[in-house]
């Protein structure tokens, strides 16, 4: 029996890995954002820094651990076995659950996945006990009654003697407080430092750079001390006691010194002020990250290490009724544990790519300035919009037209002269803002012992200084206003899924047995491959369509274009047949497979459209015609994607509602349309293949063969429809493809003379 419990914390072990690398690609854009929105360096040299403070962090960690074994739930009132159950639904759920949201790079807390799966794993095992046979009940509570845990044998049992709830109030109460403080600190300091620095900030600097910098770093060494520091278990009691009874002295001492060493560097070696700030602020989160959320990772298998140490050392000791009660006392925690996860943080922190399609969903929200935007808007943010620009209007109206006037001046955007070519998402200031904004909240939550979670606070602060910093236009406010709500329903959606997944995860443990854990196991292999596949396809293509655009130049951008002009009628054409095939055989794969690859393309030109302002800004000056090209190509290839998938769709709905098929006539006189469809379409391809539009008139009289087909056809179903030959779905699906084949046609032709007038304009006619 002892085997297979060592088995079991192998498997925890094996599970904490695991955790390690999900938790890091979830809350590496705690401490990355700020340093990698501003460019602050090069991107390694950023990671060397976080890598560094992830160290430093871990050594940090250990008082932090008892979170696992009795924040959430009283391990007294389990038995060994139930507490390996509780343990083992933990972190299969805490891993399946981060990585789900990590594919999808939404970023999540670690701290509500872990804290909400020991509370449902809990809860789960506590009502399993409840629920048991009367003899085990009263068995139970002999127990602890004996222990001198219950006052009566005869005592009624609840929920409550077993979980720990006010610390789980006391979680959901910080997310709530800590979301509205972050986000209103975070746009009231950035409006104030932006009035203060402006865009234009490097004038500035140059005179109150070494103030600014002497107020930021002194909150974030402050925040090293209070959050670090003080924090860690070899640490003695009379030095945090010291800490925290000077905090005034230190803040002061810290504000002086760093004051002058900056302005020193200043004068002597030019000195970014800047850029140290955000450096070190990069550093002490980081540090903060691995000492506060080590936890979410490897304290619930450490805990189980702790229960199993307990178990190996009382020999003949039943599983079943072994109390765990001594899991309730501090236990040392060996410290290449901490250094062993703190390396394979590292080593994550650099590999993991699933991390940086977190950093870019809370960079896409924070950017100063606009394009593709990655959430739609919803009601709610149309209305705060809206209200925000209506308040606006009326603050205006009070403050003096000078005043505002001067306010307004400060949040000038640099002129094209002065940008960069390859922009930060924001600029050094804004990163300063966001580092020392969250070091001083995050330091203040801790003193207070409040339950802040640090990817609340880091992210709520990005968020709000980028309002303040009027990178919500109203061209992109609705959207990042959306997004946000879109971040923070995933992290009340994180508790929910968390407390659900391991509460079944327990009941699943208990009655399958170890079978049951195996399995599980397996499953989130098998869910962690799967998940790393999708997110590897979906990178590639993001990759695959910045990459298209890189690689556009003024002397390849026509050749490309044509290129994919023709792949395009090819597919267009072939899935047209597919269509057709699909309604006369019923067959709802081929129309499945149509839509598909259909939407594929109709993404990948969408993708191109969205981004026309990087193509065009890649272009000469003087190739205002290519640019207008490009525009005009994508707009007729659009409307071409649309009308085929406005055929495919109701069709897939006809097929898939078991609806009447097609008459015979019909499938003939669309194959027959698609007869001469592919003729103009291999016609019109030759054309812009070889460059040559002197025989346009054969693709005119195609086009108007088209035409002709089309019009009648339609006038043979109307007879249809007056014979009472089809039926109402028939006739409106049939009519539909009829026209939208119309619309496809006309836009080819479109597509056709756009090409045709872009080569003339080439070639100088």
């Not at 597919?578 to 129309?591: A, D, M, Q, S």
């Not at 459209?609 to 890649?618: T, V």
């Amino acid at each position: 029996m002892e085997t297979i419990y060592l088995i079991l914390i192998i498997i925890l072990f094996a599970l904490a890995v695991t955790d390690l690398i999900v938790g890091v690609s979830n809350d590496a854009v705690n401490f990355l954002n700020a340093a990698v929105g501003s460019k602050v360096a090069k991107f390694r040299v950023i990671m060397i820094i976080a890598a560094l403070g992830i160290l430093a962090g871990t050594v940090f960690s250990s008082g932090m651990m008892e979170v696992a074994r009795k924040g959430i739930f009283h391990p007294q009132m389990f038995y060994f076995k139930e507490i390996m159950i509780i343990f083992l639904a933990v972190m299969i759920a805490d891993v399946l659950m981060l990585d789900i949201f990590n594919t999808f790079g939404l970023p999540t807390s670690t701290t509500v996945s872990i804290v909400f799966d020991l509370l449902g794993a809990a809860v789960g095992m506590a009502s399993i006990k409840l629920m048991s046979s009367p003899e085990n009940l009263q068995q139970f509570k002999q127990y602890l009654y004996d222990n001198r845990l219950i006052e009566s044998v005869n005592q009624s049992l609840n929920l409550g003697d077993f979980i720990n709830s006010s610390k789980a109030l006391a979680i959901i109460s910080g997310i709530l407080v800590s979301v509205a403080i972050a986000f209103t600190v975070g746009a009231i300091i950035q409006y104030i430092v932006r009035i203060a620095f402006s865009f234009d900030y490097k004038k500035r600097i140059s005179k109150f750079g070494a103030l600014w910098g002497g107020i930021a770093i002194t909150f974030i060494t402050y925040f090293i001390f209070i959050k670090g520091i003080s924090g860690a278990s070899f640490v003695t009691e009379d030095i945090q006691e010291w800490i925290k009874s000077n905090s005034g002295l230190l803040l002061l001492y810290s504000f002086l010194g760093w004051t002058i060493i900056l302005q020193i560097l200043y004068w002597l070696f030019k000195v970014n002020i800047l850029k140290i700030i955000v450096l070190v602020g990069t550093f002490s989160l980081a540090m903060a990250f691995a000492g506060n959320d080590l936890v979410n990772f490897i304290g619930v298998p450490i805990a189980g290490y702790n229960s199993y140490e307990i178990y190996a050392q009382s020999p003949g000791a039943n599983p079943d009724t072994l109390a765990m009660t001594q899991l309730g006392g501090k236990v040392a925690i060996p410290v290449y544990f901490l250094l062993g996860a703190g390396l394979i943080m590292v080593v994550t922190l650099f590999t993991s790519k699933k991390a940086k399609s977190v950093i870019k969903t809370s960079l896409d929200l924070a950017r100063q300035n606009t394009g593709d935007e990655r959430f739609k808007s919803n009601k709610v943010s149309k209305i705060l919009v809206r209200s925000s620009i209506e308040a606006v209007s009326g603050i205006k109206k009070i403050i003096p037209g000078k005043v505002s006037r001067a306010i307004e001046k400060q949040f000038e955007p640099l002129p094209p002269s002065k940008q960069e070519k390859d922009p930060p998402s924001f600029d050094l200031i804004r990163a300063s803002v966001i580092l020392t904004v969250s070091s001083a909240l995050i330091a203040l939550g801790t003193s207070l012992k409040l339950p802040l979670s640090t990817t609340y606070v880091t992210f709520m602060v990005a968020m709000g200084s980028s309002l303040a910093d009027k990178a919500w236009g109203r061209e992109s406010a609705v959207y990042r206003i959306a997004g946000v709500f879109n971040v923070i329903g995933g992290w009340f959606l994180t508790a929910l899924a968390a407390f659900t997944t391991a509460f079944i995860m327990a009941y699943i443990f208990y009655y399958g047995g170890f079978i049951a854990v195996f399995v599980m196991v397996g499953v989130a292999v098998f869910v962690f491959i799967k998940t790393k596949k999708i997110h590897a396809e979906r990178s590639k293509k993001q990759d695959d369509n910045i990459n298209a655009i890189l690689d556009l130049t003024d002397e390849n951008m026509s050749e490309k274009a044509k290129a994919s002009i023709i792949n395009n009628l090819k597919t267009i054409n072939e899935e047209y047949g597919y269509l057709i095939e699909g309604l006369k055989t019923e067959n709802i794969k081929t129309l499945k497979k149509a839509r598909k690859k259909i939407k594929k393309i109709t993404a990948d030109t969408k993708y191109m459209k969205d981004h026309i302002n990087l193509i065009i800004e890649k272009l000469h000056e003087e190739s205002v015609e290519t640019a207008h090209y490009i525009v005009t190509v994508l707009d007729y290839m659009r409307e071409m994607l649309h009308s085929i998938n406005f055929t495919i769709e109701p069709a897939l709905e006809h097929v898939d509602n078991n609806h009447k098929p097609l008459l015979k006539e019909q499938i003939k006189e669309l194959k027959q349309i698609h007869d001469t469809l592919s003729e103009m379409f291999e016609t019109i391809s030759n054309h812009i293949e070889n460059k040559d539009f002197s025989k346009q008139q054969t693709v005119l009289d195609l086009e108007e063969k088209v035409l002709k087909q089309i019009e009648s056809f339609n006038k043979s179903q109307i007879k249809r429809i007056k014979n009472g030959t089809v039926g109402t779905r028939n006739s409106i699906l049939y009519l539909n493809i009829l026209n939208e084949t119309k619309n496809l046609s006309l836009q080819a032709i479109n597509l056709y003379k756009a090409q045709r007038d872009f080569v003339d304009f080439k070639k100088g006619k």
